[in-house]
């Protein structure tokens, strides 16, 4: 298989000088070739100087048509690379890509810009959403003064993709990426009250921050999914969610233990009380949240049954 290392991200947030500082480095470095395919030129440039040392070859790529899997195998068998960097065209479907089945996506980066985030967010939801849905690492460079919004911004990418690690970078370095914004109710109580514009933000935050909620009691309305891979006693409460657009949803939920949860029907809604733990779940391939219900009761279903982060 031929490794394939994917950064995405659109036009001026920081693709190539990300791409320029880590071919640079020690840790990267290749004696074979490196086949670096770019499918949008910025302003910032690859030196030839950068590219002789560190054996890489560049190849632009001005069109979508013509990345196809036919070109870029007349290119391995023109330059025998030993690893592929793709510095993918923001604006292009990264649904549209096809690469030869040989080639395998070995870790896929998307940078953004945070100054520029909220423009793009708002206007191509979809373009970000495919960006950064199979992305191991997202990082918002240019954080400076916007320190507020990032949050919020952490937010929204959660939502697509959970397990997404992301940095947030300034003119000085990382910033915290644990950032704490408001949250909509008060941890305090005794039974954190959960209602449709909570529950996105209890579930990412749990995800994030699960030791604050281990011990405390919640409440919720919730869907009832069964998979069928569960063990007897546990069931998924959960809601369905808008990611990014009305053919984007995913279901949110968490495991829940529950004595009863055999008879409970699929898709039933019901009102949900338990205490959050963390506990190993072979389903999380480690540890995570479990709810342990002590009230599981039957309820209408909620006036918008689908929740949105936005």
């Known amino acids: 298989m031929l490794p394939v290392y994917l950064i995405n991200g659109f036009l001026e947030s920081g693709k190539t000088e990300f791409i320029k500082f880590t071919i640079e480095q ?62 993918y065209n923001g604006m292009w479907n990264m649904k ?34 495919e960006m950064v849905r199979r992305s191991e690492m997202i990082i918002f460079n240019r954080c400076d003064g916007i320190e507020e919004d990032l949050p919020g911004y952490k937010r929204n990418v959660k939502a697509v993709n959970p397990k997404a690690e992301i940095i947030f970078e300034g003119r000085d370095g990382e910033i915290d990426a644990t950032l704490e914004e408001e949250l909509p109710y008060d941890l305090n109580q005794s039974v954190i009250a959960l209602d449709d ?17 281990v011990g405390k009691t919640i409440s919720f309305v919730a869907q009832v999914l069964r998979p069928k891979n569960f063990p007897k006693g546990y069931f998924v409460p959960g809601r369905l969610a808008m990611t990014c657009c009305a053919d984007d949803m995913a279901f949110l939920g968490y ?32 540890e995570g949240p479990i709810l342990k219900a002590s009230k599981v009761e039957a309820c209408k279903a909620p006036k918008e049954e689908v929740i949105s982060f936005t």
């Open 26 to 87: 020690p840790y990267f470095r290749s004696r074979r070739n490196t086949l670096l395919l770019v499918c949008e030129e910025g302003e910032s440039e690859y030196e030839e100087r950068l590219l002789k040392k560190t054996n890489t070859i560049l190849e632009l790529v001005e069109d979508a048509s013509d990345l196809t899997s036919q070109r870029m195998l007349e290119l391995e068998k023109k330059y025998k690379p030993e690893r592929i960097i793709l510095e």
């Open 96 to 129: 549209d890509m096809k690469l030869p089945v040989h080639w395998k996506v070995e870790q896929q980066i998307t940078i953004i810009d945070g100054s520029t985030f909220p423009m793009y967010y708002t206007n191509m939801k979809s373009l970000v959403a």
């Open 197 to 213: 514009s909570c529950f996105g933000v209890w579930y990412l935050d749990a995800m994030d921050h699960l030791d604050r909620y």
């Open 255 to 286: 495991a829940c233990e529950y004595e009863e949860a055999g008879a409970l029907k699929e898709k039933s809604w019901v009102q949900v009380t338990a205490v959050v733990a963390k506990e190993y779940f072979a389903d999380y391939q480690g």
